[in-house]
């Protein structure tokens, strides 16, 4: 955290926000060993029994040591765990398939060369098996690794061509599970919904307990990709919206720093529900601290909020619910929201009003998901239930979608 306030899109453990300051000291962080039975009854699960989190499915005998992996388009998160399901290491670095594009429908576009394909595909590759060669290091050997991501980095992992997911009709012909060898360690991809809605929302609908839940909880993923859920264990809407990296810091600030920031510029009369700059900042942006604000930033971050409240909107009318209110829970997964003023986000119109006291943030779920996949015998079981039970919508054949983006450019509770 810098001394404006503003968080460090990584942290490096240098202290500045406080002595000695390590990301595991500086905020709450659920990794996937707070799903344990033992942790769940120590620390107080923030995903417990009433919203329909993880049962007590105890990990009753020592598994063998384990890793998982998080493929996201912006960050890869490896995690390696002893057979008791301690965590014992990690390894996170920037997705280096960035350079062929920032988002997947670059990604995918750029896959249409086969070599870049291939030079994609080496890419996420070296990265588990250096996450790997990390975990030896300290004295680990991992003896299976499970990995969750969205379709399309999950195809480039395969190698497999993506075009047709970056084209109608959206089809997606990888979506089972999938078997490879990362560094000389079993490997195996958890299932995917759909070429919008990947392993890692299926993953996060697991850790979550969506499964088991009587009453109706919505799961929202904001990073690079929005995906959303909604449903219980009868039934499950899913979508999922291009955000773009206004949620990720790409616009130099952390998404929950340019929420709370825009928030009070709008409070302040700095800029209006439309989002514009008032005149004498127009052009140049208001600086706070060493951050400046651009007319620019304000619009990417009006674009992907109206996506994401777009879409929980298009969910919740789907569904055939009469409004946000009926919404027993709402799990916030990715760093986003840990640091997110979930008032200043339905001041925006972020998350439709009607959902106060009912957010809570649970962290890397893509991550969770995958630890219990690989670990709980059912995993697998409770997994294809959720697929079964769940339909995916295509937000661009939605008219509920179409005239609330609209509706949801402009900052206001909505």
Known sequence: MTEWGNRCQVCTGCGRCAPGGKREEQMKVITASFFLPE??????????????????????????ELAIA????????????????????????????????TDVISRIQAAENPLLRLQMQQAARRVLEQGMAHFRQQGGNPERLVIAGNTTMLYLLMGHDPAPLGRAPFHAAYLTQEKLVVDGVDTVTLPGLSAFVGADIAAGMLACGMDRAEDVTLLVDLGTNGEMALGNRDKMICCG?????????GSALWGADMIALTAKLLELGLTDETGLLAEPYFEAGVLIGDVRITQESIRRLQTAKAAVCAGIRTLIAAYGLEGPEQIRQVWLAGGF?????VQAAIALGLLPQGLEGRVTAVG???????????????AGERLNRLRAVTQVLNLAEQQEFESGFVEAMYLRRL
């Open 39 to 64: 942790r769940r009854e120590t620390e107080g699960n923030a995903l417990g029994k009433g919203g329909g989190g993880p049962e007590e499915d105890a990990l009753e005998q020592p598994r063998g």
């Open 70 to 101: 998080d493929l996201g388009t912006t960050t890869i998160a490896v995690e390696w765990y002893d057979g008791r399901g301690e965590k014992r290491g990690e390894y996170v670095c920037p997705n280096p398939q960035r350079v062929f594009g």
């Open 241 to 249: 919206t291009a955000a773009g990296p206004a949620f990720e810091g």
């Open 337 to 341: 929201g840990y640091f997110l003023d």
């Open 364 to 378: 890397n779920t893509a991550l969770a998901g995958a630890w219990i996949y690989g670990n709980e015998p059912d």
